[in-house]
């Protein structure tokens, strides 16, 4: 292994982003895109991922008591989940878009930047408008930052996008998974104003974006390009948009599978099995930490194998657990969740990546349609499953949900856009 591959697998994230300069020149093509998986940068990347994540969670964990401070109507909740959902994954594929004609390397510190001012907007709020506007600058930094964080993994990735796409998604996984968490041991016990502590997140945010950004500059990936002589350029516009449709078809069956455990387990499991609330968010924990599993695993294995093959299993094969949750035992429940989180998850990458594959070149777009359809379906589930949930019952829920992932059958309409000229270059030794 060269000497620069050994710095960057022990310096610290925000060291190896800085450093990497002159270094890695010789590493890139004339398209300007690595030979060599820059794991420094995918390290500080997901950090950064967790980092954004982390404080986009806070928000929706403080709705009991920002209810309570300012008298909010279940309405008014409604109005500012939506602003916050409407900035957060409808803003994602402009934002990606825009990035994509004109890329700007720096636009992670602002994304970061937005947050930070909407958590101190959220901290000092005094009226329901304020609040308003506090979430729809928490959503657009969000929006700022997906698209653009998803090209720089591309960047780094060295031609292993799956692996790439996985370990910059399991960070927004742990992230979303802490938020709520610091949110009930900090916030709730000491009140609205000390959200504004969340901002030294962002600020440490803005430092390694900033390192990021100047690394994206110095070897001019800015100005990254497609390969050339791979399939997906060749299909026709028609069968790129039905590919798109069935992958966002796709998205829904999962994200809307998922809502209805994330948003929805705890109170099944307690009305199910009458099983406390700390054995509840145990279980809840267990299903979670299979997730960030399947997340991490699912984009090696998409490059291993293919990824129209995972996207195939990862959707159509949970349907065997999903139908088995509803009718087992306590402990079954639990067991079965595992594999479900798993499988599930290894998706997303595998998805991100094929769907980049599809519309080379637009690496930005796929990135802030993919993630802002997903962030959207899972508020959109969340919402939908609790009024279904209101006029029929949970366990009615689950029973219904179980057959959302026959829509995975639709991947056998994806062509095969694989070749081996998109196959990861063999591992430096």
């Not at 060295?158 to 938020?179: K, T, Y």
């Not at 949750?325 to 997303?348: D, R």
Request: overall charge positive; some cysteine.
């Amino acid at each position: 292994m060269s000497e620069t591959a050994t710095a960057l697998t022990t310096a610290s994230p925000a060291a190896q982003t800085a450093g990497v300069g002159t270094q890695q020149t010789a590493h890139h093509t004339a398209h300007g895109t690595s030979h060599h998986t820059v794991f420094g940068v995918l390290a500080a990347i997901s950090l950064c991922h967790l980092l954004n994540d982390l404080m986009q969670a806070l928000l929706p964990a403080m709705y009991p008591m920002l209810k309570d401070s300012y008298a909010l109507s279940f309405s008014q909740i409604g109005l500012l989940t939506f602003t916050f959902q409407f900035t957060a994954s409808l803003l994602q594929p402009l934002v990606g878009a825009y990035t994509d004609r004109k890329p700007r390397p720096y636009s992670l510190v602002a994304g970061m930047g937005f947050t930070m001012v909407g958590l101190l907007l959220l901290a000092r709020a005094g009226s329901f408008p304020v609040l308003l506007l506090a979430a729809s600058l928490v959503g657009t930094g969000s929006s700022v930052f997906h698209p653009e964080s998803s090209r720089v993994a591309r960047m780094a990735s060295g031609g292993r996008h799956g692996l790439a796409q996985s370990v910059f998604q399991v960070g927004g996984n742990i992230g979303s998974a802490i938020g709520p968490l610091l949110a009930a041991l900090i916030i709730l016990p000491r009140g609205q104003v000390s959200v504004a502590w969340f901002c030294g997140v962002a600020l440490l945010g803005m430092f390694i974006t900033g390192n990021i950004g100047r690394w994206y500059r110095q070897h001019g990936l800015a100005r990254l390009k497609p390969r050339g002589g791979a399939a997906p350029a060749q299909l026709a516009p028609g069968k790129v948009r039905a590919a798109i449709g069935v992958l966002l078809a796709l998205i829904f069956s999962k994200f809307f599978y998922l809502a209805s455990i994330t948003s929805y387990y705890t109170f099944y499991l307690i009305d199910h099995f009458q099983v406390s609330v700390r054995s509840a968010q145990l279980l809840l924990f267990v299903f979670t930490g299979a997730v960030a599993v399947g997340t991490i695993i699912g984009g090696p294995l998409g490059d291993r194998f293919g990824r129209k093959r995972i996207i195939w299993i990862s959707i159509l094969g949970v349907l065997p657990f999903s139908l088995l949750l509803p009718h087992a035992s306590l402990f079954w429940t639990g067991v079965l969740t595992v594999p479900i989180g798993m499988i599930l998850a290894s998706a997303f990458p595998a998805i991100v990546v094929y769907a980049q594959e599809l519309m080379p070149g637009k690496t930005g777009t796929v990135a802030g349609l993919f993630f802002g359809f997903a962030f959207g379906m899972g508020g959109v589930g969340a919402a939908v499953l609790g009024v279904l949930a209101d006029h029929t019952s949970i366990g009615f829920v689950y029973q219904l949900c179980a057959f959302l992932p026959l829509i995975g059958l639709l991947a056998g309409l994806l062509p095969d856009v694989e070749s081996e000229q998109r196959r990861p270059p063999a591992r430096a030794t």
